[in-house]
């Protein structure tokens, strides 16, 4: 059985710093693309970033371009989400999921881990 687990998540002040990590077991993690999405009290779970199986292909949403940076290593079955300069609007529960392609759509994805909450202080 595919499980997922995120890590690294907490209270960061705002422009600092929190790298993700999301831990695949029960599958080699080279077999699937990986995503990030995140969820912000009342409102639909968004995409955030997306990378292929060998680690290219990666795509990002807008509002997190430049800031968060996607990676992986298949090797340690794990996906990371480094994300830099945050905003109070970053402030969510971040999901990682397995999927077949690196898409932005939720649908696309078949695993999905419990989430972690980042919460960023004005």
């Known amino acids: 059985q595919v499980q997922l687990v995120e890590s690294g998540g907490g209270l960061v002040q705002t422009g600092g710093s929190l790298r993700l990590s999301c831990t695949v077991s029960?599958?080699?993690?080279?077999?699937?693309?990986m995503g990030w999405f995140r969820q912000a009290p009342g409102k639909d779970r968004e995409f955030v970033a997306a990378i292929g199986r060998s680690g290219g292909s990666e795509n990002y949403a807008d509002p997190i371009l430049g800031r968060f940076t996607i990676s992986r290593d298949n090797g340690k079955n794990t996906v990371y989400l480094q994300m830099n300069s945050l905003k109070p609007e970053d402030t969510a529960v971040y999901y990682c999921?397995?999927?077949?392609?690196?898409?932005?759509?939720?649908?696309?994805?078949?695993?999905w881990g419990p989430g972690t909450q980042v919460t960023v202080s004005s």
């Open positions: 999921a397995a999927g077949v392609f690196p898409s932005d759509s939720r649908s696309q994805y078949n695993y």
């Open positions: 029960g599958r080699t993690l080279s077999f699937s693309a």
